[in-house]
């Protein structure tokens, strides 16, 4: 799960002063100062963001445009293809696609989303790596695009099963869009970037808005009754209910995307035999596992009984054995199965759906069985 580091100087999203007339607990995330929880508690937010709806604030997350200099957006995309094993070219104007920037071992830089707004491609990438991403942009691509972060905007993710009827008071387009659909949206008045997707398992949209708007906004969609501001703590829980991982513990620059279990995001232009196979960093080793498996994978673990496993906890074949075969990655409490559910990588031998592995927890040995992903079912509207 998330570990809150201290920090000595720490950078403000254009919410922050909300998030503390609004009672945010503060802690240091990624650099920045920012809400774990409100009043309601993790739980409760939660709850509420499964039940109705939720408002993040994720500023802190890096916005990039990324436009060809020939200014056709087909020649951004073949550039971006460069760094990605994902298929951006075949990425139609007004959709999105969840792509990867590999290194040379095939390892996972980072993750982020990609949007074509018909002119340029519009990038999403983690807070963490959002400085090294850029470099690593102009770096590779600056023959062929320019590279420009948007950092005079914010970043807020209406997330939730009401989060549709909320959002369609403000943006008559919304119920139209369906999940992933992204590009320009007139939002409350104010012009916009939304996308349909999120990061919480959940229906919901993501709106990047002008900073000098964003407290506005967030405050107009907060007054409706199905809206309650949530922290980091409750989307960290969702997003692990959704299986889904978080750059830095269950992918990193050791991981191959077979390895994390993301194959199903390379396309087939991208693969051996494809229009376009290869020509990404640690493509050999990714096409490579692409046919024949990884030694390893990612993998969802349910803990028998009721305490949660946190992350870095090691992974046994046997509640006998000494030797460590795996480790947890994320950890903790899934509120809406109202059980613990974790995940982590094991070898392929062991990494079957319905397997028992074991933990260590308080000198005891803790049955995991080995679960599909996600824990619980994603409503997305397609």
């Known amino acids: 799960m998330l570990a809150y580091e201290p920090e000595t100087s720490l950078k403000h999203t254009p919410l922050h002063a909300l998030h503390m007339a609004s009672g945010g607990k503060m802690v240091p995330f990624a650099g920045y100062d920012l809400p774990v929880q409100y009043a ?50 075949g990425v139609p104007a007004g959709r999105q696609r969840y792509a990867q920037f590999t290194n040379g071992a095939g390892g996972i830089l980072d993750d982020l989303m990609v949007a074509n707004f018909g002119s340029h491609l519009y990038l999403v990438v983690n807070a963490a790596c959002k400085t090294e991403d850029e470099a690593h942009l102009r770096a590779n691509l600056s023959d062929a695009c320019m590279i420009e972060p948007l950092a005079d905007r914010a970043l807020i993710a209406l997330q939730g099963p009401k989060a549709e009827s909320v959002l369609a008071k403000f943006c008559a387009d919304a119920p ?144 006998a054995s000494s030797e460590q075969i795996g480790a947890v990655t994320s950890g903790g409490f899934g509120p809406s199965i109202n059980a613990p559910v974790a995940m982590g990588y094991l070898p392929a031998s062991h990494a079957a759906s319905g397997g028992l592995v074991f933990t260590e927890l308080r000198g005891q040995r803790l049955p995991l069985r080995v679960s599909p992903m996600p824990f619980v079912p994603k409503p997305y509207k397609r």
């Open 40 to 89: 309601a508690g993790v739980l409760r937010e939660h709850l509420h963001t499964r039940e109705a709806a939720g408002l993040f604030d994720v500023s802190h997350m890096g916005q990039i445009a990324l436009r060809a200099k020939s200014g056709k957006v087909e020649d951004a995309a073949l550039a971006l293809e460069r760094l990605v094993p994902q298929d951006i070219l």
């Open 176 to 319: 139209a869009m369906r999940f992933m659909d992204a590009g320009p949206r007139r939002v409350d008045g104010i012009d916009c970037f939304v996308s349909r997707s999120g990061y919480t398992g959940e229906d919901g949209f993501e709106i990047s808005v002008p900073a000098e708007h964003a407290e506005a906004l967030a405050k107009a969609l907060l007054g409706s009754g199905d809206v309650l501001p949530i922290g980091l703590g409750a989307r960290d829980s969702l997003r692990l209910e959704a299986g889904l991982c978080l750059h830095g513990h269950d992918i990193d620059a050791t991981t191959t995307p077979i390895e994390g279990a993301l194959e199903w995001s390379i396309q087939k232009s991208r693969r051996h035999g494809g229009a376009r196979a290869g020509g990404f960093p640690g493509a050999d080793r990714i096409l490579l596992q692409l046919e024949n498996g990884a030694p390893r994978r990612r993998v969802g673990l349910k803990p028998e009984g009721r305490a949660p496993v946190r992350e870095g906890a090691p992974l046994f074949a046997d509640a």
